[in-house]
C-alpha cells in the first residue's frame, strides 16, 4: 500500500428502531428544525418517530417540508428563515438526497448568514453548520455520510456540487424499515446512483486501497439487490441501504466523475432522474474506460460478479424496463448542447482518461 487518507466525522447508526433507540445521539440541541420532501417522511413512519423522541424529551420542533427533487437555492432560502424565524439551533434532515443535501445547505447559510447572491461562489472551510443529523430515506446519494450538497443553479442551467468539509452530518441514522413505503422505482433509480458511485470512485485518481475495498463491497452488495429487483425477487433493502452508504464513503473520499458530469444534462433538459441518467451510461463508460484502465475495469467487473460491461448494459435495460421506467432519448441537437459542460467540470479532472467531445457524444449515445 503507498498511501491512504480516509475522513468520515459521521457517526452512523444503522440497525431497526435505530432512531428511537438512538435519540440522545441525533438530538442536537434545544429546537430542531426537521427538513423533509412532501410524502416520505410521513409515509415511511420517519416523522412519527422524529417527534415521539423529540416530544418524549420535551424539545421544541419546527417541520419544512418544502424540499422537492433537485432542490433549488429558493427552497434552502426558506428553509433559513424558518430556522430563524423559529430560534432553531439543530437541523434534522428525513428524505432523500435532495433533502439531506438542502438540509445542508439551510445548516450553512443559517450558521453564517451567507447572501444569496454568495450561494454559489463556494464554501470557506472553516464555516460551521448548524449541528445536522441525517435520517436517510432512499439507497442511492450517500448523502448522510458525505461533505457534498448537489443544488440546482437555474441561471447556470445546471445542478452545482457546494461542498465543503464541515458539511458532513454529524450523525446519519439507517432504518431500512422505512424504505418498504419506496415505489419501486425509486428504489431502482437510487441504487443505480449509488452504482455509480462505487464505480466512478474506483477509477478516480484520488482512489486508494481503503476507499477501492469499500467500493468493491459495494459494487458487490448493490448488484446483488438490483438482480433481484430486475427479476421481481424479494429485495434486501438493509443491504441496499448498505451499499449505498458504503458508496458515499467512497465518494466522501475520491468524488464523482465523468457519469455524473454527463447524467447532470439529462436530468436538467431530460427530466431523468438522477440516478437513471447514471445508470444508462455506465456501461458505455466501463467499455470506454477499459483499454486504458483494463485492471481497474476487472476488478469492478469481478466485484459485480460479471465479464463484459454488456452484461451491466443487459441489466440496467432489464431493471429499467420491468420497472417502466422511461428514458428519453436525446436528439443529436441536445447531444451537441450536453458535450460542452461535462468536459468543462473539474472534476472530471481528477480521472484517468478524458473522451474527446465526439466520444463523449458516442458515451450518451450507447446509453439509448
Ligand atoms: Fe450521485
Known sequence: ?????????????????????????WILGKKALIVMGKTSARLSGALDDICACLDARQIAYSTYDGISANPDCEQVYAGVALAKANGCDFIVAAGGGSVIDAAK????????????????????????????????????????????????????KTKKNVSSAAFFPKVALLDAHYLTSLPKEVLCDTALDALSHAIEGIYSLKADPLSR?????????????????AHGVFTNLAQLHYGAMLAGMVIAQTGTGLVHAMGYPLTYYKRMPHGRANGVLLAGYLTFMQPSCP??????????????????????????????????????EELERFVVDPLRLEVVQRYRTLPSPEEVKDLYRMGF
Not at 1 to 9: G, R, Y
Not at 213 to 229: D, F, K, P, S, Y
Not at 309 to 329: F, S, W
Request: aromatic letters at 4%; hydrophobic letters at 45%; a negative charge.
Open 105 to 156: 445547505c439551510i445548516a450553512w447559510v443559517a450558521a453564517n448568514d451567507i447572501p444569496k447572491a454568495a450561494f454559489f461562489d463556494g464554501v470557506p472551510g472553516t464555516d460551521a453548520l448548524l449541528p445536522l443529523a441525517a435520517i436517510p430515506l432512499t439507497c442511492g446519494t450517500g448523502s448522510e455520510v458525505t461533505q457534498y450538497a448537489i443544488i440546482t443553479d437555474h441561471q447556470a
Open 213 to 229: 475495498a469499500l467500493a468493491e463491497t459495494a459494487i458487490g452488495v448493490l448488484i446483488q439487490e438490483l438482480v433481484r429487483l
Open 1 to 25: 500500500m503507498d498511501k491512504l487518507h480516509f475522513t468520515l466525522p459521521t457517526e452512523v447508526f444503522a440497525e431497526r428502531g435505530c432512531v428511537a433507540k438512538h435519540a440522545k445521539r
Open 295 to 332: 485492471a481497474l475495469t476487472e476488478r469492478i467487473l469481478k466485484a459485480a460478479g460479471l465479464t463484459m460491461p454488456e452484461e451491466l448494459g443487459a441489466l440496467v435495460d432489464t431493471l429499467l424496463d420491468t420497472q417502466g421506467c422511461a428514458r428519453p432519448t436525446p436528439t443529436e
